[in-house]
């Protein structure tokens, strides 16, 4: 076990091995199981529901066609059409936007392979239908391979369903996640919180700063347990609108696709 820190600051107890990660692995024949671990803590993790081939493939293909290109993809963090960023390791900084909607011209394979095999899998639907009570429909995707860590926020703050806290995500292995690459940290139980919407004091659009303070002080006043799960390729990690998540920095040269 290792101890690192959340973009604010907040400790976090970061497993090495499967004896100290505490969070269970379920798997497709376990949904009522996972469903009712979800609804309790907010969160659940799926054990390899992705065949590694699959996930080794997809990586294949992103070296082959996103690393190299000099075009212009929409990119997650600004959604904005721009170039990639290269960090000294060769890493991808600016992850891409919507891969279901990549220009099929030049990202084919990289669309077909993430949409069939992941987006679409049918054991991905399964999870998400046992979960939410209704077949799945794809608002958003994202692929992450260089890491910059995500500050401590609920997704419902920036989209979610009509009816808020219906919507869920994943958050999808394509490789193993070392202690050090810059995990996915959640907070058990958090979903359960209400806060209200935004207002004047914490809109995105000028007060996004008040907002995530707000997080991060609700975090500290309850001294809420934060989790990092182990994830290796395959394993996907689910979570509700609502609750408080984030992602670690990475404390060392190794990838987290």
């Given amino acids: 076990m290792i101890t690192l820190q959340t973009p ?21 024949e376990q949904l009522q199981e996972a469903a009712d671990y979800y609804e309790k803590h907010g969160y659940v993790v799926f054990k390899g529901i992705i065949d590694k081939k699959i996930c080794e493939e997809i990586r294949e293909v992103w070296d082959a066609e996103v690393k190299p290109t000099k075009r212009y993809i929409y990119r997650q963090a600004t959604s904005k059409s721009e170039l990639n960023v290269l960090n000294e390791n060769g890493w991808v900084m600016n ?12 990202f084919g394979r990289l669309r077909k392979m993430t949409v069939n095999g992941v987006l679409g899998a049918g054991n991905v639907q399964a999870c998400f239908e046992a979960l939410i009570g209704e077949k799945p429909k794809v608002v958003q995707s994202m692929y992450f391979e260089g890491n910059s860590a995500t500050w ?3 997704d419902t703050y920036y989209l979610d369903a009509e009816k808020l806290g219906s919507m869920a995500a994943c958050w ?8 050090k690459a810059g995990r996915f940290f959640v907070c058990p139980g958090s979903h359960k919180i209400e ?3 935004q207002n ?3 809109n995105i659009a000028d007060n996004h700063s008040a907002y995530i303070k707000k997080i991060v002080g609700i975090m500290k006043e309850r001294n809420m347990e934060i989790r990092a799960p ?7 990690l689910f979570w509700h609108a ?5 992602s670690l920095k990475s404390e060392d040269k190794t990838s987290r696709s």
């Fill in 200 to 202: 004047k004091e914490t």
């Fill in 195 to 197: 806060i209200e919407k």
């Fill in 95 to 106: 992850p891409i936007l919507n891969l279901q909607s990549l220009n099929p011209k030049y």
């Fill in 242 to 246: 609502w609750t408080m998540h984030g």
């Fill in 152 to 154: 401590e926020h609920q």
């Fill in 172 to 179: 999808v292995a394509l490789e193993d996640i070392s202690a």
């Fill in 230 to 236: 182990i994830l290796d390729a395959g394993d996907v």
């Fill in 8 to 28: 604010n600051g907040l400790s976090v107890d970061v497993p090495e091995t499967l004896d100290e990660d505490i969070s269970p692995k379920f798997t497709v």
